[in-house]
């Protein structure tokens, strides 16, 4: 079945820093790789997502790029702001498979 | 006007009770999902169902066993409960129909004693 990992484990900038956050994948048949954000006492929260056929997408601050040669894909967060500050997952499905979840990074941004 | 609800937030319970955790939502979606979060944070699908077809995570004990009596609730029922059951269980749905964004319940946390 699908592998994710996903680096680093833990992650500290400073408030208007950019973060990166990197995931690996393991079946090339994936096509679709959401990014959660889970922050504290809450259930994790869809902020981004893409879909094979594309190698980049943005929403205001966050970006998320994809290279199925190196079945990687990554989250860019730029100028973080304290309330960025959360647990961030990555997912990788097959077609509408279930989600196969990273570990999981935690970013934290110093004010 | 909670998309995805679960209740109780909080469940303590002995080793070798039954117990269920409830979970409803309101988005009208054809799909649901339990996912297991453990001390490590990591997230691991249990179950999802559909009208249709539920589909079982292999690694998941039988003493776990999803209900739905209908399209917007699907609880989880779990019996002789275990120290290793600890954790947060997150109920999440999904609209189905080429749509894959799943949305997510606020958790329940389950500490076995």
Same mark, same amino acid.
């Given at each position: ?14 408030? &208007? ?9 393991? @079946?090339?048949?994936? *096509?679709y ?7 504290? &006492? ?10 094979? *056929?594309? &190698?980049?997408?943005? @929403? ?6 994809? *290279? ?15 309330? @960025? ?8 499905a097959v077609g509408y498979s279930?989600?196969?979840? &990273? ?9 | 006007?909670?998309? #995805?609800?679960?209740?109780? /937030? $909080?469940? #303590?319970?002995?080793? =070798?009770?039954? /117990? ?7 988005? =009208?979606?054809?799909t649901? $999902? ?25 690694? #998941? +004990?039988? !003493?776990?066993? +999803? /209900?739905? +009596?209908? /399209? ?11 120290? =290793?059951?600890?954790? #947060? ?5 999904? !609209?189905g129909?080429g749509?894959r964004?799943?949305?997510?319940? +606020? =958790?329940? !946390?389950?500490?076995?004693?």
């Amino acid at each position: 079945g699908e592998n994710v990992e996903q680096h680093p484990s833990t992650l500290s900038v400073q408030e &208007g820093d950019s973060a990166v956050i990197k995931c690996t994948y393991s @079946d090339s048949a994936s *096509n679709y790789f959401p990014w959660y954000k889970q922050e504290l &006492g809450k259930g994790p929260q869809l902020i981004i997502d893409i879909r094979s *056929n594309v &190698g980049e997408k943005k @929403d205001q601050r966050i970006a998320v790029t994809l *290279n199925k040669t190196a079945k990687h894909f990554s989250l860019h967060i730029t100028e973080t702001q304290p309330e @960025d500050s959360a647990v961030y997952f990555c997912a990788a499905a097959v077609g509408y498979s279930t989600l196969t979840f &990273g570990k999981g990074t935690m970013l934290l941004v110093s004010p | 006007d909670t998309a #995805v609800s679960q209740t109780p /937030k $909080y469940l #303590v319970t002995q080793m =070798g009770n039954d /117990k269920s955790i409830k979970c409803e939502q309101n988005l =009208g979606h054809d799909t649901m $999902y339990w996912y297991k979060q453990d001390s490590k944070k990591f997230l691991k699908i249990m179950f999802s169902y559909n009208n249709k077809e539920l589909i079982i995570n292999e690694t #998941v +004990p039988n !003493r776990f066993s +999803p /209900k739905s +009596p209908d /399209k917007a609730h699907l609880n989880l029922h779990i019996n002789s409960l275990e120290l =290793g059951d600890s954790a #947060v269980y997150f109920c999440a749905s999904s !609209r189905g129909q080429g749509k894959r964004e799943q949305y997510f319940g +606020p =958790g329940t !946390r389950l500490t076995v004693t």
